[in-house]
């Protein structure tokens, strides 16, 4: 699981707490137009934890991003740990 922050820290820079509180803008577009669609066709699904101003998304890849796609960087990564 990856936070919303997490993602926008890795693949933009700076610290995770930035883009709650002062970088919104880039956060919630990266929301818009890259999180939600990838859910949307399957790709991840999100987590919320929390209510309201509070709440925290977090997201997974599904069984269908393997399926899907052949990455690179799919050989360095663990796999998950399922129970």
Known sequence: MVSEE?????LFGGAESRFRR???QLAA???IHVLRPLCWVGLLQE????????QRE?????ALWTAVL???????LKP????
């Open 58 to 62: 977090l997201y997974t890849k599904t």
């Open 70 to 76: 052949k990455l690179e960087t799919d050989r360095v």
């Open 47 to 54: 987590h919320r934890l929390g209510k309201r101003i509070e």
């Open 6 to 10: 997490r993602l926008c820290s890795v």
């Open 22 to 24: 002062h970088d919104y």
């Open 80 to 83: 998950p740990t399922q129970h």
């Open 29 to 31: 577009n990266f929301h």
